[in-house]
């Protein structure tokens, strides 16, 4: 059985930083597409970032620049590095994986979710 959990979340002041991780069980992140996915309070999930097979990146534009994503193939993880963190990248953020070398930008596309982790910045 295939479990993602996320971790790092947390209260930052506008301008800081964090790092979340999401650890994987029962499958490899190295043959998986990894993507973060966030939803604020009344607002439908919206995509972040995805890494793919062959290390193809993405970003939404409202983190390009910002946010950057990469994986840890010994330790089955992959992260979300966050600086410049603004007000409106508060939201419960979702670690996802894929069992597909294409990434995707789709929710609906992937196949296995954590639980999420709550990012709140503060203005």
């Known amino acids: 059985q295939v479990q993602l959990v996320e971790s790092g979340g947390g209260l930052v002041q506008a301008g800081g930083s964090l790092k979340l991780a999401c650890a994987v069980s029962?499958?490899?992140?190295?043959?998986?597409?990894m993507a973060w996915f966030r939803q604020a309070p009344g607002k439908e999930r919206e995509f972040v970032t995805f890494t793919a097979w062959g290390g193809f990146q993405t970003y939404a534009d409202s983190v390009k620049g910002r946010f950057t994503i990469s994986r840890d193939n010994a330790k089955n993880t992959v992260y979300l590095q966050m600086n410049s963190l603004k007000p409106e990248d508060t939201a419960l953020y979702y670690c996802?994986?894929?069992?597909?070398?294409?990434?995707?930008?789709?929710?609906?596309?992937?196949?296995?979710w954590g639980q999420g982790t709550q990012v709140t910045v503060s203005s």
């Open positions: 996802a994986a894929r069992l597909s070398a294409a990434g995707s930008r789709y929710s609906y596309d992937y196949n296995y």
């Open positions: 029962g499958r490899t992140v190295s043959s998986s597409t």
